[in-house]
């Protein structure tokens, strides 16, 4: 989406089809009466159709084709469009009502970023933010997002500032909806991973070409989905069906280090735990299975023994840091960034040997 369009909202107002079926009578002259008796109905019932009480419902039409020479896909539409008309001014009342929970969410980041449209109306604003989230209303949302039994409840990282969160997930849920994947294989997965751990020593802009498809041939939708304001998510994994999961990854950080771990740090979720699982990666996170999560990420990276002896009483300098990760196939920025973590190094230190990223910025 490019660009922005400011939309005033205009209420779709149609005129009721009595008002056409007296018009039409007036027009020939012929009375209701006259009518009733030519359709095989009761003055009554004409009069309520006019009245706008009684609908003109396809038989009826076929009835009126026959009498007006009027097609009855005519009186059919008119018919249509009134119901629907009617439908959006009650809608659009209900609605009303709700309009200040626009303010929990960042409209104007959404603007911004390219995933809806502007319009001058509330009302037709939270009819386009509704339409991103997909629900019929706040109270939907509310159900999905954030009422007490929702999965995204279980992070503290989401529930802090759940307006920003979800728009960033829903908009890694849209971005996995265009991309096609094979049922999902764990051993197929596994054997991906191994490819990839390969793909840090290209950079991560060859990772975000080349990582994506070879994700899909095993069952994950991976997707790259630029920060939102307020959403301090750096990646997330969930199941959108049984054969097919999402690892969803943020440009926070800018370090190719933080982004060759967060991503095998949401591989180990999707191999390690359960479908029904929902993982949002931010500040402060913790538990077992994060820890778990973790360690195969370390683990998969640069293995319990070689890492042994990389840190076992020597003095690493740029060059043995380089030899070690060609040895391993993997780039010097995640063993600079594993030792920066654990202590080993300064956090400022070799840091010549981690490459920063810019990927494009991922408009819907």
């Known amino acids: ?217 095993a069952g994950v939708a991976l997707v790259f989905t630029p920060p939102i304001k307020g959403a301090p998510v750096t990646g997330a994994t969930r199941w959108l069906s049984p054969s097919k999961a999402l690892i969803q990854l943020s440009m926070r950080g800018k370090w190719e280090d933080i982004l060759w771990f967060t991503f095998f740090h949401e591989a180990g979720h999707i191999l390690l735990h359960g479908k029904r699982d929902i993982f949002i990666e931010g500040n402060g996170n913790e538990g077992h299975r994060e820890e778990q999560a973790n360690r195969f990420a370390q683990d998969f990276l640069i293995p319990p023994a070689d890492y042994r002896d990389l840190v076992d009483g020597r003095t690493v300098s740029q060059r043995f840091i380089k030899s070690f990760a060609a040895r391993l196939d993997i780039s010097p920025a995640v063993v600079v960034g594993r030792l920066q973590h654990d202590g080993h190094l300064k956090n400022y230190a070799m840091n010549n040997l981690r490459r920063r990223f810019d990927f494009a910025n991922g408009k819907r």
């Open 1 to 217: 989406m490019s660009g922005k369009a400011e939309n005033e909202y205009e209420p779709d107002v149609v005129t009721p089809p009595g008002e056409t079926l007296q018009e039409t009578l007036d027009a020939l002259g012929m009375s209701k009466v006259e009518l009733a008796g030519r359709i095989g109905m009761t003055q009554k019932t004409v009069g309520d159709i006019i009245k706008h009480g009684k609908p003109i419902t396809p038989a009826t039409a076929m009835k009126l084709e026959k009498v007006f020479r009027i097609p009855a896909s005519f009186w059919n539409n008119r018919e249509r469009r009134f119901r629907e008309s009617l439908a959006r001014q009650k809608e659009r009342k209900r609605l009303e009502a709700s309009v200040d929970w626009l303010k929990t969410i960042p409209v104007r980041e959404m603007i911004k970023c390219g995933l809806i449209e502007k319009h001058k109306d509330t009302v037709e604003q939270l009819h386009e933010v509704l339409r991103y989230f997909g629900v019929a209303s706040p109270e939907q949302w509310k159900a999905i997002w954030t009422s007490p039994d929702a999965a995204y409840r279980r992070s503290k990282v989401f529930i802090s500032k759940p307006g920003p969160n979800s728009v960033w997930l829903r908009w890694g849920e849209l971005q996995a909806q265009q991309i096609q994947c094979d049922p999902f294989n764990k051993k197929s997965f596994r054997k991906t991973l191994e490819k990839i751990r390969t793909l840090t020593r290209t950079g991560a802009e060859q990772f975000q070409e080349d990582a994506a498809p070879m994700c899909g041939k």
